[in-house]
């Protein structure tokens, strides 16, 4: 039994604990941190879709979780086309990454190459170099404030990362089909920034066409909007645009809007590919009606500057270019090769129905490597490129991740992924929209309940959208800035 040793206390006297007590403190301390630092490592690569929800999700209290993405925020990509013509402002579209820290690591970075049989990633900051003058070309071993990734060496800001769990998220690019100058002359719609460079472009347009110097003929090169795809992102980004175009730059610039024209191209027989039939002869009656010019199987040859080559017209000059025509791989899943790849769309890694990555060397998956969303193919299936994808296997990811770090044999008779399809929505402009849910996993069968168009379907994909905004913060933003914008119109400042 332990010895307690009485102490006499005068009255006003102060009390130091005792050398015994304070290393007994320090003592318990350095058990509890050693604790933390053995719990398990999940690295997730990518913050989209995939890698966010898992990031929300995950138990971080038994994971010690680390986050690598170029971004170090959430795009809520539905809200983009929204965005980029200024009826909502682009913070409301995003979800921080920092929220979650300090309980994740966080790091702004590229993965560049996962050496998988001796779980090691290699990455490269997406921030800007830092080089002062007298500064070590030689990173110490130590310099992570985290003290969790180790620097390569000499003269190379690369450093790695080791992992007990990886889940790839990274999500894929836009795909050009190799046509010259798209990169370097169009504009792209899969991020926050590409949203911020295309308001800025159509408000630099009517400034541009409204100077006293230029003639009729250049203004309607610069208000011609050119969008290439006829996907989801094209319909609806051309539908917000001519929101914009007839309201706010009709009341501010009614001689130039007369001026302006939409085209949307695609070298599909028709817009929204993967909707019904009905649903697409009712968005395309709709853009007719409002004067949008819809140029179905045309093929762009080239791309220059203000100006593109399409086989069936020859020559179109443009103010703005928006390029949304598919995905393409993304240059860590191109580098990757110990795993098996789809060999249909080459973008994506196999799974099996667990979202286990299939490895060449034991063509077997991996327990320990998970892939999602653009990044992952699961084998013998061919679902949808869609954010509910990536977004309900991320959740079934997560599930079995915090159920294996409670129980180690919890995934012995796990059920396997099945996606629930819950239909797809898109605004056509005007306050209408279209709902598709002839695939829907669940609801009524009936084909009349299964499409929407009009106002019903624009009060379903504002809900919607409304609902899947993740914080509380941004559920207050978003129908905020709708009000306000319903209101006051959009702001036009161009800065």
Known sequence: MATVSRVRVHPGSRVRPSTALQQQHRGARSFFASATRHKQRLVILGSGWGGYEVLRAIDKKRWNVIMVSPNNYFNFTPLLASCAVGTLEFRAAIEP????????????????????????????????????????????????????????????????????????????????????????????????????????????????????????????????FCIVGGGPTGVEFAAELHDLLHTDMYRHYPTLTAMARINLYDVAPSILGGFDAGLQEYAVNKFRREGIRLLTQHNVERVERGRMFVTEEGEVNFGLLVWSTGLAPNPLIESIADAKKDERTKRSLLTDAYMNVVMHRTDAPDPDVYALGDAATITGEQLPATAQVANQQAKYVTRRLNRLIRTADALTDAAPFKFQNAGSLAYVGDWNAVLDRTQAATGPRAKETQTATGRVAWLLWRSAYFTKTLSVRNKILVPMYWFLNWIFGRDLSRF
């Open 97 to 224: 990454v920092r929220r979650y820290t300090p309980a994740v690591r966080s790091y702004t970075a590229w993965c560049d190459s996962i050496d998988f049989q001796h779980k090691k990633l290699l990455c490269t900051p997406a921030t800007p170099p830092v080089h002062f003058p007298g500064s070590s070309p030689v990173p110490a071993a130590n310099t992570d404030v985290h003290g969790t990734a180790t620097p390569i060496g000499a003269n190379s800001d690369k450093f790695e990362l080791t992992y007990d769990k990886l889940v790839i998220a990274v999500g894929a690019y836009s795909q050009t089909f190799d046509v010259p100058g798209v990169k370097e002359h169009a504009h792209f719609l899969k991020d926050i920034s590409d949203a911020r460079k295309i308001r800025a472009r159509v408000l630099e347009c009517f400034e541009q066409a409204n100077q006293p110097t230029i003639t009729d003929a250049d203004r309607r090169k610069l208000l011609n």
